[in-house]
């Protein structure tokens, strides 16, 4: 299954330094995709689009199959991962036989911009034409974050990892909070601009996709593929291929059992973050503006507390801050279900919970993950752990849609997700991480 791929980062610092920062700037590029599309506009206005399309009982019915119209969405995110299963870990095992992660990485993220941009074409009653690049992007842009996550372990030593994972996603955040601010302008002032609401979203989302292709630029022009000098049998299928991979993970169990705890508890982090939204302003009716900014406050807030809880693992390890950070994601989320409708402000003391443990939790995760993958095996291995990251996670939007569906209630549908963390954490606890970087054969940091 693995390679022998080069794991070790070049002895070159300078050298080493440029490709860090050019690795830092794909979460730059891609994230603003994950922030304005899949986190703050995309929800409410394809809901608004499958409403208007939608039949006297409120259902749409996509290949004749009724699906209520507040459900479609989260329905949409669900099936991308569907999509991502066929393709990632097919993807993945190529990379790591090849050597060849670039071009791949390219093909990924200009698929995922491309139909993003392609957001502008979202009017009227094209409920099924955003529902169809909602999955292309979602799929696109997982299987280039499982490439990107792939060369943390090439660019850092261990020691590092934590600190560079958590500027990763520290970089992403500050260009989420940036374009955000440019949304809420065009979006507040869209009369003065001389465009309808409608087009000020839906110019919100293609330049978000004009935003991950342009930047994209920098990583592709600065990361070095390491080649293979093993030659592996051809990839197979995506779901044989990821089969196989787990097979292989079965001679790792205890990495296996990280990677269930993190699909765990992070399909409740995703979910959070792509149905936050809809559930500000369909149970708690607020503004779109109310969402854009609460949504600007958790970027400013993730940048310090991803670069905070990257300190805190230096000081406690890694394993011991993502625990404290599941602890206070069940709480916010349980405050979150007796929020009343119509305060924003009791909304943005939410949002600033979720913004001080949202960066490092994931950042955290990443770089403890790397430590676990055997060498030679880093795409397809992150093809596995990329299945549940940034929104793409199936679980959690399949239970959120259907308790909403059953209940017709959204508290009843966002209060359903705790059950993501309490589980995860009870996971995460019981993996001795230090034995299971050991057995992978890897080096241990001082303290993880």
């Known amino acids: 299954m693995g390679t022998d791929t080069v794991r070790t980062p070049p002895a070159d610092g300078a050298a080493l330094r440029r490709e860090q920062r050019g690795w830092y700037f794909y979460d730059w590029a891609c994230s603003v995709y994950s922030t304005s599309v899949l986190t703050v506009f995309l929800g409410p206005y394809l809901t608004s689009v499958a409403e208007s399309a939608a039949d006297g009982d409120?259902?749409?019915?996509?290949?004749?199959?009724?699906?209520?119209?507040?459900?479609?969405?989260?329905?949409?995110?669900?099936?991308?991962?569907?999509?991502?299963?066929?393709?990632?870990?097919?993807?993945g095992a190529a990379a790591d036989r090849t050597g060849r992660k670039k071009p791949l990485l390219a093909a990924a993220a200009y698929t995922g911009a491309g139909a993003t941009t392609a957001m502008f074409f979202l009017d009227g009653d094209r409920y099924l034409l955003g529902g169809a690049l909602l999955i292309v992007a979602n799929a696109a842009q997982s299987v280039a974050m499982m490439l990107y996550n792939s060369y943390l372990p090439q660019i850092a030593p261990p020691e590092q990892r934590d600190a560079v994972s958590?500027?990763?996603?520290?970089?992403?955040?500050?260009?989420?909070?940036?374009?955000?601010?440019?949304?809420?302008?065009?979006?507040?002032?869209?009369?003065?601009?001389?465009?309808?609401?409608?087009?000020?979203?839906?110019?919100?989302?293609?330049?978000?996709?004009?935003?991950?292709?342009?930047?994209?630029?920098?990583?592709?022009?600065?990361?070095?593929?390491?080649?293979?000098?093993?030659?592996?049998?051809?990839?197979?299928?995506?779901f044989r291929q990821l089969a196989a991979t787990v097979r292989d993970m079965r001679r790792h169990p205890l990495t296996l059992a990280f990677l269930l705890a993190y699909l765990v508890y992070n399909d409740g982090i995703q979910t959070v973050i792509s149905q936050a939204s809809v559930y500000g302003s369909e149970e708690l009716d607020l503004?779109?503006?109310?969402?854009?900014?609460?949504?600007?406050?958790?970027?400013?807030?993730?940048?310090?507390?991803?670069?905070?809880?990257?300190?805190?693992?230096?000081a406690y390890g890694a394993k011991r801050t993502i625990l404290g950070s599941l602890i206070a994601w069940t709480v916010t989320l349980a405050a979150g279900f007796f929020l009343p409708a119509g305060a924003?402000?009791?909304?943005?003391?939410?949002?600033?919970?979720?913004?001080?443990?949202?960066?490092?939790?994931?950042?955290?995760?990443?770089?403890?993950?790397?430590?676990?993958?055997?060498?030679?095996?880093?795409?397809?291995?992150?093809?596995?752990?990329?299945?549940?990251d940034r929104g793409m996670s199936w679980l959690g939007p399949l239970l959120f849609g259907l308790t909403y569906q059953l209940t017709g209630s959204y508290r009843d549908a966002?209060?359903?997700?705790?059950?993501?963390?309490?589980?995860?954490?009870?996971?995460?606890?019981?993996?001795?991480?230090?034995?299971?970087?050991?057995?992978?054969?890897?080096?241990?940091?001082?303290?993880?």
């Open 58 to 91: 409120g259902y749409v019915h996509p290949l004749g199959v009724p699906v209520r119209a507040g459900s479609f969405f989260a329905y949409s995110v669900s099936l991308s991962v569907i999509v991502a299963v066929l393709v990632m870990p097919l993807v």
């Open 287 to 314: 503004g779109q503006s109310t969402l854009i900014g609460a949504v600007l406050l958790v970027q400013v807030l993730a940048v310090a507390g991803a670069l905070t809880m990257g300190r805190l693992a230096r």
């Open 344 to 388: 924003p402000v009791w909304f943005f003391v939410l949002a600033a919970g979720i913004g001080l443990v949202l960066g490092g939790s994931q950042a955290l995760s990443r770089s403890l993950f790397s430590h676990l993958v055997p060498p030679g095996k880093e795409a397809e291995y992150f093809s596995a752990y990329e299945l549940s």
């Open 414 to 448: 966002i209060i359903s997700l705790v059950v993501f963390f309490v589980l995860g954490f009870a996971l995460l606890a019981r993996v001795p991480v230090r034995r299971a970087i050991e057995e992978a054969g890897n080096p241990v940091p001082d303290r993880i």
């Open 166 to 238: 958590s500027r990763g996603w520290a970089f992403g955040y500050a260009a989420g909070s940036l374009v955000l601010v440019a949304n809420l302008v065009l979006y507040t002032g869209h009369d003065r601009f001389g465009v309808s609401e409608s087009t000020a979203v839906r110019i919100c989302l293609a330049s978000a996709g004009l935003w991950w292709g342009a930047f994209a630029l920098i990583p592709l022009t600065r990361l070095r593929d390491r080649r293979s000098p093993t030659r592996g049998a051809a990839a197979l299928p995506g």
